[in-house]
Structures are given as C-alpha cells and as structure tokens.
C-alpha cells in the first residue's frame, strides 16, 4: 500500500529505490514516503523531485508518522475527498479505507476487525459523510424492514463500533438518527 524508505539503505540508496518504483507500472502511484535522519535541503528536494509523497525526519513521533502515512494515501488514492473504490474492493474515505473483502476498516492506521452488520452499518454511514441516516432507514438497509429488532439494537452495534476504533467515528444525531463525518 505503501513504501517507507530511508535516504541510507544498505546496498542501494533510497532515492534510487524511489526512482525505480515511478518507473515500474505495478507501483508508479503507490505512495512513496522518505523517513530518514538526512535533514538536508538538497536531498529533500531531490526526494520530491523523483516522485516521495512525503519526507519525515528521524526521531519519529509514531502518531504523526501514522497520520502521515495516511494522508499519503489519502492523497493518492482519494484526491477528492468523496469515495473511490479500487477494483471494488476497498473504497477510501479520508481517513478511513473500507476493505469490502475481509469486512475490516482502516481508520487513521488502526486496522479494525468487524462483525458483519457492524461492517455493513460503517459502510452505509461513510456512503454518504454527513447525512444523517435514519434509525428506520438503518433498520431497513441492514436488518430488512420485515425483521422486528429492539430499539437497542442499533445503538449496541455502534457501541462496539466506537469500542474497536476507540474514536466517534459515528456521530449520535439525538432523535433523529447516526451519521459519520471525518
């Protein structure tokens, strides 16, 4: 998904790892982040020049690091902002990449395992960031508006949510319903 190179690497250069990943078809979009102790102008600029996404200098703040390593993707793969599906297999949403084959969720680096009506619930928020879904328009979507469901049900379902991300990922529209916002 993402390569993190450093300037010094036995063998062979990071800058020259990164100029033959923009020639190479299978990766020549494929983010390219420089985490190094090189704090030189000249060599940073010249990272930039040969295709790196980003530059990080050593020591590292893991929290930044992440966060950065997501915005490189999110660059790439979502320039936008609005969502992208790749192959249909995962769609990007700011901060938040979809994996629709293993029903997890990628959210500022944490990979988050879900139960599948947990999946389908953050997969029919994160359609539409911002609109409010309905708490009947969530019953029908993901139980089928012939199932009777308890009134909790939902509500347990987006507590595990915010459980497993440790964030409000969902935001609680009192009386009126859920909706995601990044």
Not at 100 to 114: A, M, Q
Request: glycine residues 6%.
């Amino acid at each position: 998904d993402v390569f993190l190179l450093d300037i010094m690497m036995p063998n062979l250069e990071g800058t020259s790892v990164c100029e033959y990943l923009r020639k190479t078809e299978e990766y020549k979009e494929t983010p390219i982040v420089f985490l190094t102790a090189r704090n030189d102008e000249e060599i940073e600029v010249n990272a930039f020049n040969i295709g790196a996404d980003d530059y990080i200098y050593k020591p590292i703040k893991p929290k930044v690091l992440l966060l950065r390593i997501n915005k490189a993707l999110q660059q790439k793969h979502n320039k936008k902002g609005t969502t992208e599906l790749f192959d249909n297999k995962v769609s990007v949403i700011g901060n938040l990449i979809i994996n629709h084959e293993n029903y997890s969720i990628n959210y500022f680096g944490k990979k988050v395992e879900l139960a599948k009506k947990e999946f389908y619930l953050v997969e029919m928020l994160a359609s539409k960031p911002g609109k409010v879904f309905t708490r009947k328009e969530i019953f029908d979507k993901i139980w089928g508006s012939t199932l009777i469901m308890g009134d909790r049900t939902i509500d347990v379902h987006i507590r595990k949510i915010r459980i497993k991300t440790s964030t409000e990922i969902i935001s609680t529209v009192k009386g009126v319903g859920f909706k995601m916002e990044y």
